[in-house]
């Protein structure tokens, strides 16, 4: 009786049935086919039992015998769909087998590739010489020792089944560098540039070493003098804030964060200093500061400004002085028209960021991490973890439910894991150390929105969309501030907390637990939807490292296509055309309303959906407002007003062809 199957990398492992019966099943369903799968796999079982008696079958031997089976069975059309299933599988196999790494997790290609690139050990040679199950493994013992000793064990087997169950992954730099040798395990730093030379240039070292060690930088250059403002020291002119922005952008191309992340900037502005003009249109042309995101600080007080139509003063910030007068709206509209042209800038609303600002105490927060979900104050680092809310989703798709108490679980255990990452991370300055051991902020946040969306048959723009949103990420801020007043009982609280807005009456071990990051490297890994983003498109081209092109369709999409019995050859070359379902007939309306893609929804849609995550949310939410390319520079302004309005803390906006260069690329039928 066969109880044990040879693996191909030889392993002997226990015989498991159910995974005859799961690619039975799925044969079946891309054929159409109506079968039992249980049944066709427990024949498959008595025949394996006849012919090998004395050793274990290999893969491919039990293989060969379900083949067998389904011909036997006079089931034709589900054996060919078989036999492409394998043939694609080994393909996949081989080609990840060329990379030089081990898949012992069964993840994507792509997964795979990227993992190969930047995240698994290599020797002297370059050769990878970990797997990813064994990545995982690293970052869990490391870890782990930041436990106490009584919970240690414990904590490393939930870490590591946290992350290999692909339930929650922590940010790059943590699967990168724990266990080995840099250690620096936060994703992003916020570097004061104060208005001296020096001053300058101590946060461009800051920014460098950060950045060699894997870490994104925000900075403000508001505190720096205006262009053709008086030097002290010399009796010239300043260059302004714009001039330097250029240095620091050079000094990050050549960095290149070691070959392993890219850097990346966060510039910030203040809406009133004499040089906001030259800041908005300084990437005019997509060639200028293309390591920078750039966002203009706006206030309250701007905004009104604008809804009336009044102009408002320009604050020289060496000594305080009004300099001249501009239109907020006209500034407001400019704004529009460069992130309409070329994505940037952004915007960051200050006083609803300061307003939720956990240590007022300790001073006003001035800027965020690149990406705009971590506000920090000066030398603070946020580390970012994410739960794929795909895999909390149960029962058959379309009409699943929120899995509650997995979800309530795996929260848990990321907060834990995120505090550990603080006490186990190495960082570049003292300043850094101070400061983040300070106030220990983190941020939780989600992954697989979309997916999950789809599993429980819910429209990404609706009312019924929003709700879900909002009831998810409700349980998820209870549950994080819940496990830190936890920690906070064993641990301490953290150093600040008697200069916090929680003293004296709530004790936590972290004065932030939540934030909504783009995750782009940690869901290819996954293999789920970006964040809480809609689908980029069904189908798309995506451009990875190397220069390599990848047209992708998406995998829950053809799980779906197949089970409802709409999936055809056909429907597959029409998707290679199309991005979006929408004006595809032979696709049930119902599929076509929750298959929307992010240039099927509307802006106002994507900003009340970041609206309703940013409303539980203790940082921000990284969200990207998609614009189709035929829309105007006016909608942009509109919709600054309507984030403002919603009490989102900041926004980006992207206009489909506004870069020459994007990562993502649907066709041209999709976007007109």
């Known amino acids: 009786m066969v109880t044990k199957v040879r693996k191909r990398d030889g392993k002997i492992v226990k015989f498991d049935i159910t995974r005859i019966e799961k690619a039975v099943a799925k044969a079946f ?5 109506k079968g039992n799968a249980s049944r066709i796999a427990k024949e498959v079982k008595k025949q394996l039992d006849k012919r090998f008696k004395d050793k274990p079958p290999s893969v491919e031997e039990i293989q060969d015998q379900v083949e067998r089976m389904l011909v036997q069975k006079g089931l034709y059309e589900t054996a060919k769909a078989y036999i492409i299933y394998r043939h694609e599988h080994a393909k996949k196999r081989e080609s990840k087998i060329a990379l030089g790494v081990t898949d012992d997790l069964k993840l994507s290609y792509n997964a795979v590739k990227l993992l190969h690139a930047r995240y698994l050990k290599k020797d002297d040679l370059g050769r990878v010489i970990e797997t990813p199950d064994m990545m995982f493994r690293r970052v869990a013992a490391d870890l782990s020792l930041a436990s106490n000793k009584k919970s240690r064990k414990q904590d490393k087997e939930e870490f590591y089944h946290g992350m290999r169950s692909l339930d929650f992954i922590p940010n790059s730099p943590t699967l990168m560098n724990a266990g080995r040798r840099l250690q620096q395990l936060a994703a992003c730093f916020v570097v004061p540039v104060e208005d001296s030379l020096e001053g300058i240039f101590s946060a461009l070292k800051a920014g460098a070493l950060i950045h060699q060690s894997g870490g994104g930088t925000g900075y403000s250059f508001s505190r720096l003098r205006p262009k053709g403002d008086i030097v ?5 002119a300043a260059s302004g804030p714009v001039s330097f922005m250029r240095i620091f952008d050079v000094a990050t191309d050549v960095i290149k964060q070691g070959g392993m992340r890219r850097g990346a900037n966060m510039g910030v502005l203040k809406v009133d200093h004499p040089d906001v ?23 309250d007080k701007f905004m009104q400004a ?3 139509n009044k102009e408002y003063y320009l604050i020289n910030p060496r000594d305080n002085s009004k300099v001249r007068k501009l239109n907020a709206r006209k500034v407001l509209d400019l704004i529009g028209l460069l992130s309409w042209e070329t994505g940037d800038p952004g915007i960051l609303f200050l006083d609803r960021i300061n307003k939720d600002n956990p240590t007022p105490k300790l001073g006003r927060i001035e800027a965020t991490n690149p990406c705009g979900e971590v506000p920090l104050l000066s030398w603070e680092a946020c580390n970012l973890g994410s739960v794929n809310l795909s895999n909390m989703i149960t029962g058959t798709t379309g009409k699943g439910k929120v899995d509650w108490d997995k979800l309530r679980s795996t929260v848990r255990v990321g907060i834990k894991l995120l505090d550990n990452v603080i006490s186990r991370s190495k960082f570049p300055l003292p300043e850094i150390r101070r400061a983040v051991e300070g106030n220990r902020k983190i941020g939780l946040g989600v992954m697989g929105f979309a997916d999950a969306l789809v599993k429980l048959g819910v429209r990404y723009d609706s009312k019924k969309g929003i709700e879900t949103a909002e009831k998810i990420i409700r349980f ?18 953290f150093k600040n907390w008697k200069q916090s807005k929680y003293y004296p009456h709530e004790k936590r071990r972290n004065a932030t637990v939540n934030a909504i990051a783009p995750t782009g490297s940690i869901s290819t890994i996954a293999g789920c939807s970006f964040s809480i983003e809609p689908f980029y498109s069904i189908a798309y081209k995506r451009h990875v490292l190397g220069g390599e092109t990848l047209v992708e369709v998406n995998q829950l999409f053809l799980e779906v296509a197949r089970q409802e019995g709409f999936y055809s050859e056909e429907l597959l070359k029409k998707m290679s055309v199309y991005g979006s379902v929408q004006e595809v007939q032979e696709i049930p309306k119902k599929w076509r309303a929750v298959f929307r893609t992010a240039m099927d929804i509307s802006p106002e849609w994507h900003v009340k959906m970041q609206a309703a995550w940013q409303k539980h949310v203790d940082n921000a939410v990284s969200k990207t407002i998609n614009l189709r390319p035929d829309a105007t520079p006016e909608e942009v302004s509109k919709i600054i007003k309507l984030a403002h309005k919603l009490g989102c803390k900041g926004l980006t906006v992207y206009r489909y062809g506004a870069k020459e260069h994007q990562v993502l690329t649907v066709c041209k039928k999709c976007t007109v």
């Open 306 to 308: 604008v809804e009336r």
């Open 277 to 299: 003009l030259e800041f908005i249109t300084a990437k005019k042309g997509g060639k200028a500061l293309q390591n920078f995101n750039i966002s203009v600080a706006v206030t």
């Open 476 to 493: 998820i801020s209870k549950e994080s501030a819940e496990m830190s007043r936890e920690l906070a009982e064993e641990r301490g609280v």
């Open 232 to 236: 002290g020291s010399t009796k010239g």
């Open 29 to 33: 369903s891309a054929t159409g086919t």
